[in-house]
């Protein structure tokens, strides 16, 4: 079974900067896709960047630039280094495993002010 647990969320300023962490457990993380999404209430779940287990990289066109997304196998954890945030960014964010199944977390929110 696994779990992931996001966290780093929070309040903060537009322009400035946030790191959230996706911890899992199992043992498929080093070989799986990890993403982050985010969604605000009445959207839908928007797609914000990914990782394949090889380290090739793709962005959400509204984050390309300002985000980085990065995992660290040996620690099990997927992070999303967020720049140059915008009001707009604000919302919750989920991690994604993907494998031959699909895992998500709970989410944590980040909410930036104007």
């Known amino acids: 079974q696994v779990q992931l647990v996001e966290s780093g969320g929070g309040l903060v300023q537009a322009g400035g900067s946030l790191r959230l962490s996706c911890a899992a457990s199992?043992?498929?993380?080093?070989?799986?896709?990890m993403g982050w999404y985010r969604q605000v209430p009445g959207k839908e779940r928007e797609y914000v960047a990914s990782i394949t287990s090889g380290g090739s990289t793709n962005y959400g066109d509204s984050v390309k630039g300002r985000f980085t997304i990065s995992r660290d196998n040996a620690k099990n954890t997927g992070y999303l280094q967020m720049n140059s945030l915008k009001p707009e960014d604000t919302g919750v964010y989920y991690c994604?495993?993907?494998?031959?199944?699909?895992?998500w977390g709970k989410g944590t929110l980040v909410t930036v002010s104007s």
């Open positions: 994604r495993l993907t494998r031959l199944n699909t895992y």
């Open positions: 199992g043992s498929i993380f080093s070989i799986s896709t």
